[in-house]
């Protein structure tokens, strides 16, 4: 498994400066599941959206990384069996993220019924790299 790229995407809902509305809710939704260290999601990784799990590119996601990595458990055990290189702890974002998984989906779900220009332009992108991935915006 690929360590996280140096810089989360430009579409990265853990990013500060991404709009608002680019992802579909579930895919947000997903992000407060990694907040609670005792739930369904504490020891599963998450990926970045670029690529599909089974693609050699596929990666950890670089923003979940910088917001989660530290306290993971699904991390730790990833670096323990030797999936994932210790190395992972160090990384840091050049980037603003959000704080938590909770702070990054509420401000993914703010606009999702009414995306930005800037949005709109990230989810066209998205979807012509990905058609089967779930993006916001369903015009």
């Known amino acids: ?32 599941d990694f907040d609670d260290q005792h739930g369904a999601r504490m020891t599963a990784l998450f990926y970045c959206h670029q690529h599909d799990a089974d693609d050699e590119r596929s990666r950890l996601c670089a923003g979940w990384v910088g917001c989660h990595g530290h306290s993971s458990i699904g991390l730790r055990i990833a670096v323990a069996s030797g999936r994932v290189s210790r190395t992972v702890f160090e990384y840091e974002s050049p ?45």
């Open 95 to 139: 980037v603003p993220l959000f704080a938590s998984g909770a702070e990054a989906a509420d401000h993914g779900q703010a606009d999702i019924a009414d995306p930005s220009e800037d949005a709109a332009r990230l989810i066209d992108k998205i979807t012509a790299n990905r058609p089967s991935v779930d993006a916001g915006d369903q015009r």
């Open 1 to 32: 498994m690929k360590s996280p790229a140096p810089r989360p995407c430009e579409s990265c809902p853990y990013r500060r400066d991404v709009p608002s509305g680019v992802w579909a809710a579930e895919e947000y939704d997903k992000l407060r």
